[in-house]
């Protein structure tokens, strides 16, 4: 019944958003400041990629992942927003007038599941009777924990998923016990890698799931498209930088994310660096079908996703550069 309700919660901020007026100068992205997905969003900033493509983009709004972000995007009454795909498509089969316009995270390779360093697990083996942490209902961290669980040949009933509210809840969490493996995604696990031990990443067991995609309303998509092209335009220019460049691009995203400049080294390096069956973990924007789908897959186990998904009536491609326009299949 709460999945319901959030979901119905969703269709109302759009019915608001709908009826708000638009401040520009604002985006949303879920987890910003928090997890590695946001992260060209702060390169753009620091490099004055918005203002050099014509925008001003003043503030980025957070959230601590889930349904969360998708009611403070449109809330806020924002132009773009970078939500988690399943949020997404859940809310469009309620009614909601929104389309993913851009492919941001291509993999979930900032995924790593942590225990203390004296726990008896030791591999997703090991997890039968496990408490796993999770942020918020409907997220990512949540479908990911079925997939883990299913990689060690268990069931999903075979542990508990404890609900943390977000990530450095979780650490937090597994230091008092309240659960005994957690999901610590870069750039936390850069800055407590020390303090823990992984037992599973992601990159390394799961296969390409889309993490993140841009959003937008239809209200806004024809009030704003220029604003919209130009985020898009901005977010790929910091991209491109930060595979050119990780080290100075950690040194910029580290006053954002309240990381030391060698935490956010550490993390832009291994995304950087991070492969998933071919697939980068930042994209440039252009749309990977098979991982949006294999996403909505997941989340579909959540019962977050029922019944057919028609991908053509929810993607928009029309904001992408005409070069990254074509939709990979």
């Given at each position: 019944m709460q999945g319901h309700?959030?979901?119905?919660?969703?269709?109302?901020?759009?019915?608001?958003?709908?009826?708000?007026?638009?401040?520009?100068?604002?985006?949303?992205?879920?987890?910003?400041?928090?997890?590695?997905?946001?992260?060209?969003?702060?390169?753009?900033?620091?490099?004055?990629?918005?203002?050099?493509?014509?925008?001003?983009?003043?503030?980025?709004?957070?959230?601590?992942?889930?349904?969360?972000?998708?009611?403070?995007?449109?809330?806020?009454?924002?132009?773009?927003?970078?939500?988690?795909?399943?949020?997404?498509?859940?809310?469009?089969?309620?009614?909601?007038?929104?389309?993913?316009?851009?492919?941001?995270?291509?993999?979930?390779?900032?995924?790593?599941?942590?225990?203390?360093?004296?726990?008896?697990?030791?591999?997703?083996k090991d997890l039968?009777?496990?408490?796993?942490?999770?942020?918020?209902?409907?997220?990512?961290s949540q479908g990911l924990s079925t997939l883990l669980l299913k990689g060690g040949g268990l069931q999903p009933n075979d542990a508990e998923l404890v609900r943390t509210g977000g990530f450095g809840e979780g650490v937090a969490a597994l230091d008092v016990g309240m659960v005994t493996v957690t999901p610590i995604p870069e750039p936390l696990w850069s800055k407590f890698k020390d303090k823990y031990r992984a037992i599973a990443v992601a990159s390394e067991i799961l296969p390409p799931l889309d993490n993140v995609v841009g959003v937008t309303t239809a209200n806004m998509a024809a009030e704003k498209g220029d604003f919209i092209r130009a985020v898009i335009r901005a977010r790929r220019k910091a991209v491109e930088f930060m595979y050119k460049s990780p080290d100075e691009a950690g040194d910029l995203i580290a006053k954002h994310y309240d990381i030391t400049p060698e935490v956010a080294r550490s993390a832009v390096r291994n995304l950087t660096?991070?492969?998933?069956?071919?697939?980068?973990?930042?994209g440039n924007g252009q749309i990977h079908l098979a991982g949006l789908r294999a996403m909505i897959e997941v989340q579909r186990t959540l019962g977050a996703v029922t019944g057919d998904v028609d991908y053509d009536a929810i993607l928009d491609t029309q904001f992408l550069p005409e070069d990254i326009r074509a939709v990979i299949k």
């Open positions: 309700h959030s979901r119905l919660g969703a269709a109302v901020a759009v019915a608001f958003l709908l009826a708000a007026p638009a401040r520009a100068e604002q985006i949303a992205v879920g987890n910003f400041g928090v997890s590695a997905n946001g992260m060209p969003f702060a390169v753009a900033l620091e490099k004055g990629y918005f203002k050099a493509e014509g925008i001003d983009v003043t503030g980025i709004i957070s959230s601590a992942g889930g349904g969360t972000s998708l009611r403070n995007m449109l809330a806020g009454g924002v132009p773009y927003g970078e939500v988690n795909p399943g949020v997404i498509v859940s809310a469009i089969q309620q009614g909601a007038d929104l389309k993913i316009i851009s492919d941001n995270v291509l993999t979930v390779a900032e995924f790593i599941w942590a225990v203390k360093p004296d726990s008896p697990i030791k591999t997703v039968k009777g496990a408490k796993i942490g999770y942020t918020n209902p409907r997220s990512t660096k991070a492969n998933t069956a071919g697939i980068p973990y930042w």
